[in-house]
T-cell receptor, first 110, second 114 residues
């Protein structure tokens, strides 16, 4: 079954404590992306990756890092989380036009 | 980045009624997509539109790619309780540099009353 797996599903952390949200896909897709979803703002792209070792900024990259060392994984890294990064995060992958999304990670930074 | 204006922001309708929502932009898109998001889940693709003027159906859902390539609408006929969720439009601009960049509207929250 085609899957995009994010972990964790829920995370509460404190300001400044580094964290990583993992994303893994089993569809051998080259394209992967991270979005954050906030009320009234829809989904905004944070970073995307066209292939292994190829990443680029989306619309809201500040405060985030990513890496793409292998095709299946695309972790999202928050080096020093702040409360304004409290949000619902989605990883997505694409092998054509449509995107397949993970189930989301709800992050709260206190 | 590009912006999509999606309306309405929310809708409360009676079961059995038809629903219409739309997205507009000042930018031209190559592809329009419509997604549905249910609570606790990621968005799921409903319909994809690839050509200006294209009208596509998926069961009770019908969507159209506007002639100007700057807008799209989604209609849901004879709504049922499981239609509840957030509906997002999304547009893709395919360029040589950034390839498949997907821009989302802000969503339409649909509530279906029994």
């Amino acid at each position: 079954e085609a899957q995009v797996t994010q972990n964790p599903r829920y995370l509460i952390t404190v300001t400044g404590k580094k964290l990583t949200v993992t994303c893994s896909q089993n569809m051998n897709h080259e394209y992967m992306s991270w979005y954050r979803q906030d009320p009234g703002l829809g989904l905004r792209q944070i970073y995307y990756s066209m292939n292994v070792e190829v990443t680029d900024k989306g619309d809201v990259p500040e405060g985030y890092k990513v890496s793409r060392k292998e095709k299946r994984n695309f972790p999202l890294i928050l080096e020093s989380p702040s409360p304004n990064q409290t949000s619902l995060y989605f990883c997505a992958t694409s092998g054509g036009v449509g995107y397949t999304f993970g189930s989301g990670t709800r992050l709260t930074v206190v | 980045g590009q912006q999509l204006n999606q309306s309405p922001q929310s809708m409360f309708i009676q079961e059995g009624e038809d629903v219409s929502m739309n997205c507009t932009s000042s930018s031209i898109f190559n592809t329009w997509l419509w997604y549905k998001q249910e609570p606790g889940e990621g968005p799921v693709l409903l319909i994809a539109l690839y050509k200006a003027g294209e009208l596509t159906s998926n069961g009770r859902l019908t969507a159209q790619f506007g002639i100007t390539r700057k807008d799209s609408f989604l209609n849901i006929s004879a709504s049922i309780p499981s239609d509840v969720g957030i509906y997002f439009c999304a547009g893709i601009i395919i360029s040589s540099g950034s390839a498949r960049q997907l821009t989302f509207g802000s969503g339409t929250q649909l509530t279906v009353l029994p």
